[in-house]
């Protein structure tokens, strides 16, 4: 699948973004991706050379250095780039400023603004976004983390968990309670690793995303200044809600080319493989199997380019942003459970892409919200 394929989306830009994130992968990550799974991690100097490409400028504001947040398939075309790394925990990680910096460029003071943003772009600094607790889950209106006013700084105390990016961001978006109960009283803050009670601690072991580090979070009397608040005090879901689209449009990329790789991977593997006299690719039921799976990915595909495109228009598209993200998942939890059937025994080693992708693939359908949390904002977009 190339952009040359979907021209109602993909104009020259696209296409000349695409080709740059292709030669990223092909030449930076896929040689070392095996190791880089193993070990756990992946070299910082990765986030430097995305920066300089441009890469992780894309849908950040030209001001700071930016490429533009207008563009919503600028972002398609490159994140269906990095998934083809075939690591789902890399592109999380070497992402987790599309989630951790909107709130600053948003509704960062303007010295805040020029501090962080142009130095994540670059890749020489890391943000990470902290909102997740214990207990909580996507239950955001919830959290526990309190920060109070004394002076010139915030007080924080609390603890965060399944923090993408957390055990070596330079900077935090921490979602904390300076209110009442609910979603009127959470605010955000930017914290900075070195801040005096501040601490990150063990590198959490995951089912899939190996590649990403992912972290607790401690804060006991931690001092923030005031001038790191992002936004209005007691506004900070505002800011949260904000990011929502486009964080579950990007989970939909990365379902859908998590499907589109396991595919991929069958299709070659069944040429080859000989059982009963004949390779797979003339059995039947491994044939309707490969078509079964081939619609789903191009659906799911198609419908989130819809999506992206109401988006791309300024157009309302909470529930259909839902949906894309559900339905992307579904097909993705669908052909990657297929694709190690399909392998059999070799699906199940870790030499085999498909276990990878079937491991990763776990996560999307909980990540930026759960199935369940997705459906009942649509039945409540419907009226319900």
């Keep these: 699948m190339t952009d040359s394929v979907y021209p109602a989306y993909f104009n020259d830009t696209h296409q000349m973004a695409r080709a740059t994130a292709r030669r990223f992968i092909e030449q930076e990550v896929k040689p070392h991706i095996a190791e880089w799974e193993e070990s756990g991690t992946f070299p910082r100097e990765l986030y430097q050379k995305a920066g300089e490409l441009g890469l992780l400028g894309i849908g950040h504001p030209q001001r700071l250095g930016g490429a533009g947040e207008e563009d919503v398939f600028l972002k398609v075309a490159v994140s269906e780039e990095l998934m083809r790394s075939t690591s789902g925990g890399l592109v999380?990680?070497?992402?987790?400023?599309?989630?951790?910096?909107?709130?600053?460029?948003?509704?960062?003071?303007?010295?805040?603004?020029?501090?962080?943003?142009?130095?994540?772009?670059?890749?020489?600094?890391?943000?990470?976004?902290?909102?997740?607790?214990?207990?909580?889950?996507?239950?955001?209106?919830?959290?526990?983390?309190?920060?109070?006013?004394?002076?010139?700084?915030?007080?924080?105390?609390?603890s965060k968990t399944f923090i993408t990016s957390g055990t070596r961001a330079d900077y935090y978006t921490v979602a904390v309670r300076t209110g009442g109960e609910g979603f009127s009283g959470v605010s955000l803050l930017l914290i900075e690793k070195d801040t005096l009670g501040f601490s990150v601690g063990r590198n959490l072991k995951k089912m899939g995303w190996w590649a990403s580090d992912t972290a607790e979070l401690f804060f006991e009397d931690c001092r923030v200044p005031v001038g790191n608040l992002i936004g209005?005090?007691?506004?900070?879901?505002?800011?949260?809600?904000?990011?929502?689209?486009?964080?579950?449009?990007?989970?939909?990329?990365?379902?859908?080319?998590?499907?589109?790789?396991?595919?991929?991977?069958?299709?070659?593997?069944?040429?080859?493989?000989?059982?009963?006299?004949?390779?797979?690719?003339?059995?039947?039921?491994?044939?309707?199997?490969?078509?079964?799976?081939?619609?789903?990915?191009?659906?799911?595909?198609?419908?989130?380019?819809?999506?992206?495109?109401?988006?791309?228009?300024?157009?309302?598209?909470?529930?259909?942003?839902?949906?894309?993200?559900?339905?992307?998942?579904?097909?993705?939890?669908y052909v990657t459970h297929e694709a190690v059937q399909i392998f059999g025994g070799m699906g199940y080693m870790r030499e085999s892409v498909v276990e990878r992708l079937y491991r990763d693939n776990r996560i999307l359908s909980i990540g930026g919200g759960t199935h369940e949390i997705m459906n009942e904002i649509i039945v409540k977009q419907m009226g319900l």
């Design 232 to 333: 209005p005090e007691n506004a900070g879901f505002m800011f949260i809600m904000a990011n929502f689209q486009a964080e579950r449009l990007s989970l939909a990329v990365m379902a859908y080319m998590t499907a589109q790789m396991a595919l991929e991977a069958c299709l070659d593997y069944v040429k080859d493989r000989v059982t009963f006299g004949k390779p797979l690719a003339k059995h039947q039921v491994i044939r309707h199997k490969l078509a079964e799976m081939a619609t789903r990915v191009e659906v799911a595909r198609e419908y989130s380019y819809r999506v992206a495109a109401r988006m791309q228009a300024g157009q309302p598209a909470i529930n259909e942003v839902c949906m894309a993200k559900n339905f992307a998942t579904d097909v993705a939890d």
């Design 92 to 158: 999380a990680s070497l992402g987790s400023l599309d989630i951790g910096l909107p709130p600053v460029w948003r509704g960062g003071s303007p010295e805040l603004q020029q501090r962080v943003v142009p130095g994540v772009i670059a890749g020489d600094k890391i943000i990470s976004l902290a909102i997740t607790e214990a207990g909580g889950g996507s239950d955001v209106a919830n959290l526990r983390t309190r920060a109070v006013r004394d002076g010139d700084h915030y007080i924080v105390n609390g």
